[in-house]
């Protein structure tokens, strides 16, 4: 997976630098090829002889260095590689990054980049923890820098909390993300705003409120042992499930079959075909906001074999469909005292993203659209992030690449101000 890449590795100056030599040997035995660039300050904990042996490449640390120049220029050099990590990732260069500061090589590598960048942060906890800290990574995250850690645990300086790098191999997995391949379930991203380890409690603005969210795949039995089924891994889902419970909502999650945890605090019920999955909605309304975030299956088989469908020998059998209930629809279009004050859907789409999403608000009824592109290379079905754009009547906002966990807590807060803002029109507005 991993073969062939060009990493740009910059590396900052905390004590977590002691870790970086492990971390390019890791890169090099997957057959990723590194250049590294340190700070001043990283000078001070690793050197740039070891870094240079390791990676085999010079390290560039001198933004005025003349043979450096003449060699490769710093903008050829941003450039060059398919990704830029930056680990360790001080409080100082994510407040630079967080800045567009360009005051020495790296920094400026960082700013002259096109290229994605990865950042695995590593500091004191309570420079963590420090509003100014928060307020970078945001504005990070908003600019569609990927973080991956810090991790919990005793830091050199002897305090305990988040702060601490994550592991070579953690890093590694992130890296391997950035290239398509899904993070490892133990690993996360790091949220901005997380659910219940977050550096603030989430406001509860949406206690009071229910909530129904739809997830997974459906699977429509062909007989006893077979089922017609897609892709969908549920994660954005349960993201948005356990999101809206963060903030104090009554959720219902109605999902699919899929390989998940059921999400902390929310009420989780299971099913397996698109018509239960209508069912156990209906059953629970009426509610506040209805979220259908599950790719029900469009089409079941008419008539299910009641046993196993044997080879005759002759020709293959023939499967005639049926159309399955479009839960979505349904639920925006019920009677006016069940109806959820709002409904958000969802739209995979593989061309003209926005353009048929907004068709769909108005054929599904719904008061906002995720739409989202998920179309080979995307990585959206299965994976770990998410480019989603926000639908309603009068406007479309786009919203960059982030986690799916991102996606969820920012519709949560769009949802719980569009409560917050008491009236209806607003909700169907998206304002
Ligand atoms: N949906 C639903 N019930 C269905 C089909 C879809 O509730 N039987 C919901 C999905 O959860 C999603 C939205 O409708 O929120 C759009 O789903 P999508 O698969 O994008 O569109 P379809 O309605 O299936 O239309 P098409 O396949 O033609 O794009």
């Known amino acids: 997976m991993l073969k062939g890449k060009r990493i740009l590795l910059v590396v900052s100056g905390g004590i977590a630098a002691f870790k970086v030599p492990d971390l390019i040997r890791r890169l090099a035995e997957r057959g990723v090829s590194v250049r590294c660039a340190m700070t001043k300050a990283a000078e001070q904990f690793v050197t740039p002889l070891t870094?240079?042996?390791?990676?085999?490449?010079?390290?560039?640390?001198?933004?005025?260095?003349?043979?450096?120049?003449?060699?490769?220029?710093?903008?050829?050099?941003s450039r060059d590689a398919d990704l830029v990590v930056v680990a360790p990732a001080t409080a100082n260069i994510l407040a630079r990054m967080a800045q567009g500061l360009a005051d020495d090589m790296a920094t400026t590598l960082l700013l002259a980049t096109d290229k994605p960048v990865l950042v695995a942060p590593a500091m004191n906890v309570r420079m963590w923890h420090h509003p100014a800290t928060q307020r970078n990574i945001e504005q990070l995250k908003a600019d569609g820098v990927a973080f991956i850690g810090p991790n919990e645990g005793e830091m050199a300086c002897g305090e305990y909390g988040p702060g601490r790098m994550a592991e070579p191999l953690e890093i590694v997995a992130a890296i391997e993300m950035q290239f398509g391949k899904p993070l490892p379930r133990h690993l996360t991203l790091v949220q901005p705003r997380p659910a219940n380890n977050g550096v603030a409690p989430l406001k509860q603005d949406l206690k009071g409120k229910r909530a129904i969210v739809t997830s997974g795949p459906t699977h429509e039995p062909i007989d006893p042992v077979r089922y017609i089924a897609n892709r969908s891994s549920g994660k954005q889902g349960h993201a948005i499930a356990a999101a809206l419970a963060a903030r104090g909502a009554d959720v219902t999650l109605v999902t699919g079959p899929v390989s998940l945890p059921d999400p902390a605090g929310v009420k989780t019920v299971h099913v397996e075909a698109a018509r239960d999955m209508f069912s156990a909605c209906f059953l629970d309304l009426p509610v506040d906001i209805f979220v259908a975030a599950a790719a029900v299956a469009d089409w079941r088989v008419a008539v299910e074999a009641p046993q196993k469908m044997k080879k005759s020998g002759d020709l293959p059998p023939v499967l005639k469909l049926a159309e399955n209930p479009d839960i979505l629809r349904a639920?925006?279009?019920?009677?006016?005292?069940?109806r959820p004050a709002l409904v958000v859907g969802f739209a995979a789409e593989t061309e003209n993203v926005v353009a048929h999403a907004q068709k769909k608000l108005g054929s599904k009824g719904c008061d906002w659209i995720l739409a989202n592109d998920v179309s080979e290379g995307t990585q959206t079905f299965g994976g770990d992030s998410n480019a989603v754009h926000l639908v309603t009547a009068n406007a479309?906002?786009?919203?960059?690449?982030?986690?799916?966990?991102?996606?969820?807590?920012?519709l949560a807060e769009r949802i719980a101000a569009a409560f917050n803002d008491q009236s209806k029109k607003n909700l169907k507005k998206g304002s």
Do not use: Q
Request: aromatic share 4%; glycine share 4%.
């Open 51 to 77: 870094l240079a042996a390791l990676s085999g490449e010079k390290v560039s640390a001198d933004l005025f260095s003349l043979t450096d120049e003449a060699e490769m220029g710093h903008i050829e050099l």
């Open 396 to 410: 479309v906002e786009d919203w960059p690449r982030m986690s799916k966990s991102e996606v969820a807590a920012r």
């Open 331 to 338: 639920i925006s279009t019920t009677d006016a005292k069940r």
